[in-house]
C-alpha cells in the first residue's frame, strides 16, 4: 500500500569519491573565476582573450595560430576568431614568416602589452584575496595535487 497524501523523498546517487572531487573542482572553478572576471570586464576582456594576450607575452618571436591554441588553457575551437577580434582592437598583429611566407605569426603589440601592464596587479589581487588564506604550502600542495590529476587525465 502506497502513502498517498506524503511527499515523495528524492533519493540523491551518492557519488564515488572521484566525482565527488571533480564537482568539487567544478564548483570551485565557478567560483574562484568570478573575481578575475570582473577585472577583466574593466577592460572588455574575457578570460580566453586575456589567456592569448599573456601566452603571447611570454613568446615575443611570435606564435602560429596551432601554437596559440596548444598552448591554451581552455580549448576554443575558433582561435581564428578569436585572434581576430583581438587584432581589431590592436592587441595582437599577425604577420607572414619572412622564411616561410605560408606560416603567419602573431605577436602582441605594445597596446597588448600596456593593457596587460595595467591588468597585472589587480589579476593577482584578486588570485590573492581568493587563495591567499591558504598559505605558500598549501597552495604549493594544491598545484602538485592538480598537476598530477591533469598529468592523468589525457
Known sequence: MKDAGLPRRKTRRTACREEAAFLDLLRTTDVLSYRPAQVLKTADLSATQYNVLRILRGAPEGLTCGEVANRMITRDPDITRLLDRLEKRALIARCRGAKDRRMVLTRITPEGLALLARLDRPVQEAHRRQLGHLGRERLR??????????????
Open 141 to 154: 600542495a594544491l598545484s602538485e595535487l592538480l598537476g598530477a590529476c591533469r598529468s592523468r587525465a589525457g
